[in-house]
């Protein structure tokens, strides 16, 4: 009964992992930019929640409803204002300055924002104070805290909305396009520059609500930004690159892994296993568990 | 004599570091029909990517419907009127047929709100109707010919006034590509102007009012198609 609680708790905190990895999956689905600084996206906005939002004394709800159209705008103009310049003539194959531009700047984004966090809000550690972290359900003899239905609820939520939104909007189908072959997107009158915007925009969007739920989940510090990284980092390579369903459900494994790695071996193994289910992965299934169909 | 369509002048264009273009000059009247040959390699590719806007580094002069063209970016360059149908057809493959059309529609409407469009989706389907019963699968899972007819379909529907095609019938059965050039003739009686490579010199010749035949990035024979013997146009392809 232990393990079969074990394993309902892994797959719920999955969806909190599978929403931290969505987030880097968009990102790169549409810009090929891995963006180092999700992490610190997120803690960022647990910090925006917990020490700015909810003393100014606005309810916890309304205040998650505040953060996640800041994000948005924090993502939209992080792009435009830094990220979109070291991509430079990436947009023109032929003389791209490669990889290795975004991925510095978005390195140093994370570090600006990481001892920002650090002199504004010092290194204490934070959470948000509410009753749903102690309270929880039985059932069947099973018990479940509720703040992590509370995470798959929403994650898997988030998950619907962006899947509707890609498959049924003309904003949708013009990122899809995009993320396809970029030139041909251009030719067709989509503004590449608009949509990577927009869609590190919706990344940091999913990244203000990962940091409600990381907010109500457990504590944090300045920086945890870089554990929360290699968090997304892996539940992208469990699920598939470029695959939004895939990285939810690599979330989901990986969540399951570590509470499973926990129960078996001791709670200082949680991280452990996880980490050796991606290596696993890595070794036995490169593309990961739904890689992107398409050629 | 009036301005026009397309006019080229001295339009030099790189492809990575090699100057694939050296120097091209053309015009194309509007409503006329244009054909680039040449072998691989003589800059056709370039030349279409350079007028599109996919090359930011090309210089020379280039002027559409009187105004500069060169130095745009490629997403402004559609919205101005010209469209191209990219060599190898490049369908997104995520998306499905009607999804691919759509793309380009929604881009149109969001450029030009007020303005009924020449072009909708019926009536591309209506043109290809080889496209309409499969129009819910995925733009990786039709035939090269029903690819073709997607990609001239998609450049219409962003109402364009001269049409680019890069290689037309590569890799087409013969029944496909005159299915593809009836097509054609009935865009080019809307009003359409169109700027295309063929391979098959014969068709080239017998579509098209001009011709233009590149080597090794200069034009080594310009003119009119009609009255143009085989013998000349294929000492101009092989230089």
Redesign the interface.
């Known amino acids: 009964m232990q393990l079969v609680e074990t394993l309902i708790n892994g797959c719920l905190l999955g969806g909190l992992y599978g929403l931290i990895g969505l987030g880097l999956s968009i990102n790169f689905g549409t810009m090929r930019v891995v963006h180092l600084a999700h992490g610190d996206l997120i803690v960022l906005a647990a910090y925006f929640l917990v020490v700015v939002l909810v003393p100014a004394g606005i309810p916890p709800l309304a205040a998650a409803a505040i953060v996640v159209p800041v994000m948005f705008g924090v993502g939209w103009a992080l792009q435009h204002l830094i990220v979109q310049h070291s991509l430079g003539r990436q947009l023109d194959r032929a003389l791209g300055r490669g990889v290795l531009p975004p991925l510095i700047v978005t390195f140093g984004i994370s570090i600006v924002l990481q001892n920002v966090l650090l002199h504004y809000a010092t290194a204490d550690a934070r959470t948000l104070q509410s009753s749903l972290a102690s309270s929880g359900v039985t059932l069947g003899g099973i018990a479940i805290p509720t703040v992590r239905l509370v995470d798959f609820g929403v994650g898997l939520g988030c998950l619907g909305l962006l899947l509707l939104g890609l498959g049924r909007t003309a904003l949708g189908r013009a990122l899809r396009a995009t993320s396809d072959d970029l030139d041909t997107a251009r030719l067709l009158g989509i503004d590449p520059r608009r949509m990577f915007a927009v869609a590190a925009g919706i990344s940091a969007a999913t990244g203000g609500v990962a940091g409600v739920l990381l907010a109500a989940t457990s504590t944090f510090y300045p920086s945890t930004g870089s554990e929360v990284l290699l968090v997304a980092f892996e539940v992208v390579v469990v699920g598939g690159l470029g695959s939004l369903v895939g990285t939810f459900l690599g979330g989901v494994l990986l969540a399951s892994a570590q509470l499973l790695g926990a129960h078996f071996l001791g709670p200082s193994y949680a991280l452990l296993t996880g980490h050796a289910v991606v290596l696993g992965v890595l070794v036995f299934r490169p593309q990961g568990l739904l890689p992107r169909t398409a050629p | 004599m009036t301005e026009p369509l397309l006019r080229v002048d001295g339009l030099v264009a790189?492809?990575?570091q090699l100057q694939a273009v050296r120097g091209v000059s053309f015009e194309v009247g509007a409503g006329e029909a244009l054909a680039v040959i040449g072998e691989n390699g003589a800059g056709k590719t370039t030349l279409f990517h350079s007028l599109?806007?996919?090359?930011?580094?090309a210089t020379g002069d280039v002027a559409f419907a009187g105004e500069r063209l060169l130095g745009a970016?490629?997403?402004a360059i559609?919205?101005r009127g010209i469209?191209?149908v990219?060599e190898g057809r490049?369908i997104?493959?995520?998306?499905t047929v009607d999804?691919n059309l759509?793309?380009?529609e929604?881009?149109?409407r969001?450029?030009r709100r007020h303005a009924a469009p020449r072009w909708t989706r019926d009536r591309v389907y209506e043109l290809f109707p080889d496209l309409a019963p499969a129009s819910r699968r995925?733009g990786?899972q039709i035939s090269g010919g029903q690819q073709q007819m997607l990609a001239i379909g998609?450049?219409l529907l962003?109402g364009p006034r001269l049409l680019l095609l890069d290689e037309v019938s590569l890799g087409l059965s013969p029944v496909v590509v005159k299915l593809l050039y009836q097509a054609l003739a009935r865009i080019r009686a809307e009003g359409v102007t169109l700027v295309f490579v063929e391979q098959d010199v014969h068709r080239a010749l017998a579509f098209s009012e001009h011709l233009v035949c590149l080597h090794k990035g200069t034009v080594r024979l310009s003119g009119a198609s009609r009255g143009r013997s085989l013998d000349e146009v294929r000492r101009a392809y092989f230089g």
């Not at chain 2, 599109?52 to 580094?57: E, I, P, Q, V």
């Open positions: 790189y492809y990575g599109c806007g996919l090359h930011d580094a970016p490629a997403h559609v919205r469209a191209l990219p490049r997104f493959p995520s998306l999804e759509r793309v380009a929604d881009q149109h969001r450029a995925g990786h998609r450049a962003s």
